[in-house]
């Protein structure tokens, strides 16, 4: 039965180490074991279900593509990536499109069972039986149907032109010889070790201290892969200990160093530091749904203009990022760099509030029809960069009358609220794919679970715009729809943006063949060609 494991020696010989309080401590990376410092618990190993990065998960599940470190999407379980000049991508004249899949051959799931087109068809239909949770249905619920000639082909046809379709399947397919008829959501063998193509298969996950990782025998890729046999992911939520950890040796390896360790790290001979600008931003989220006064335009705008973002990224941050404007980074050919700015001026946010009906009351909180503007903000516990970062926003908020009490949570946990809407404002971020689609975040009928809308926002132009885009192939055409539509998030401003996000990750000098990622498909994504020199 999958998931269920007779503990090795050598799974053992790792759970003592972990269990004995430093008495016994790996001190340095092996192609025997790297242990990775990593800042959350995994809330399920079912990559369709997951609200966080998918970085352990994607080490055992493959998807039928990726993003590289350059952001071009290249295949991983196809055979090729379906185009309409190689024929793989068919308009139809009723204005639907048709996708063919060539599946690579000789894969197989980790019991040996051939991957099929089959899985791909079954993935489809699971999603879009509406019986389970997954994470978003963005793109599934536009499939009419999958067919499958062969056990190498799946041809995916779209009620409309999706431009998104390369990305489709970056998270890979579900095992029908092992789902089929169970409800995905109580699969609890899959959920927590799920079967996979992948270079490795979860030889354990101890919950609350870290999930065992070992190498898949008969990779596809070749005998040679991968090359490192075990990983160990140890969940160590707190910054400073998840580095005075890489410091000691008892972890090698820590993805997405808070920056306000990266000075400290610098000096570490051991460590190498690699950077690279990431696709995403680190934004607030404001439910309007949760909280009503967030609904008003005004409010939003004042929000924003209170908010002193230069300042941030000079001190807080160390100039490590830079402060954007919106969703779509610099990185992408679809980026607008003309859009409605907010500087910082207290002076403009007081006048917003005061236009919008809200006045100062005797506390310095503002207040209408006897409700103070006060909120919630959450963010994840243990990070201290948000830690402080939400911190200033609090005083800076005040300054306005506007009251925000800082809640911090779990990185785990934090992931269930967003998803249910229970929250009035978030400070996180969104790592996002190669692809420039924003449809997910801002159209009106993206909320959770069809999409990551948990803003709650809804306007009909923007959302028409956002449709326009996914429905358009001709990539200039596309881009230009989605400058548009970037003009109208920020006037509207539905989010506070903030900064970007430069992906630094502390790695060992000997690691060769890292290079980082900055989509979503983060830097674990070429896992299996990692290897560790000779010391």
Known sequence: MIGTYRKSARV???????GCRGEVKQTGASNDLLTV?????????????THILEDIESCVVEGLVTND?????????????????NGGVRMRADGGMDVTWKLRPGVRWHDGVPHTSADVKFTVDAINKGDWKPESVDGFDRITSVDTPDSLTAVVHYREVYAPYQQQFARGTLPKHVLDGQNIDRATAYNRAPLGTGPYK??????????????SPNYWRGAEFPKIKRI????????????????????????????????????????????????????????????PPFADVRVRRALAHAIDRELLVRTILDGLVQVVNGPIQPLSPAYEPNVTTYAFDPVKSRRLLDDAGWTVGADGVRTKDGHRLSFTLITQAGFAI????????????????????????????????????????????????????????????????????????????????????????????RNALLRTAQRRVADLVPELPLYNT?????????????TGNPTNAGPFWNVYAWELSPP
């Open 69 to 85: 470190e350059k952001m071009n999407v290249v295949a991983v379980l196809a055979a090729d990536i379906p185009t309409t000049t």
């Open 386 to 477: 948000r830690e402080t970062v939400s911190q200033t926003l609090q005083r800076q908020w005040r300054d306005v009358g506007v009251e925000a009490n800082v809640r911090l949570v779990d990185g785990t946990s934090i992931s269930g609220l967003w998803f249910a809407g229970d929250f009035d404002g978030m400070l996180h971020w969104w790592q996002q794919g190669a692809d420039p689609e924003i449809t997910l975040f801002f159209a009106a009928d993206r909320t959770p679970p069809a999409g990551r809308n948990i803003n709650f926002f809804t306007d009909d132009t923007l959302t028409a715009l956002l449709y326009a885009s996914d429905r358009t192939v001709d990539i200039p055409a």
């Open 232 to 291: 160990l992911f140890r969940f160590l939520t707190n910054t400073t200990t998840r580095i005075n950890q890489l410091k000691s040796g008892e972890v090698q390896l820590v993805a997405l160093v808070p920056w306000d360790k990266v000075r400290e790290l610098r000096a570490i001979p051991s460590v190498r530091l690699n950077q690279v600008v990431g696709n995403g931003y680190e934004h607030v989220s404001l439910n309007e749904k949760h909280f």
């Open 12 to 18: 053992l010989a790792v759970a003592c180490c972990l």
């Open 502 to 514: 430069s992906k630094i990750d502390a790695v060992p000098v000997r690691l060769r063949n890292f």
């Open 202 to 215: 979860v030889a354990e996950w101890k919950t609350g201290e870290y999930i065992l990782l070992e190498r």
């Open 37 to 49: 410092g990593y800042d959350r618990e995994p809330d399920t190993m079912n990559r369709y279900a």
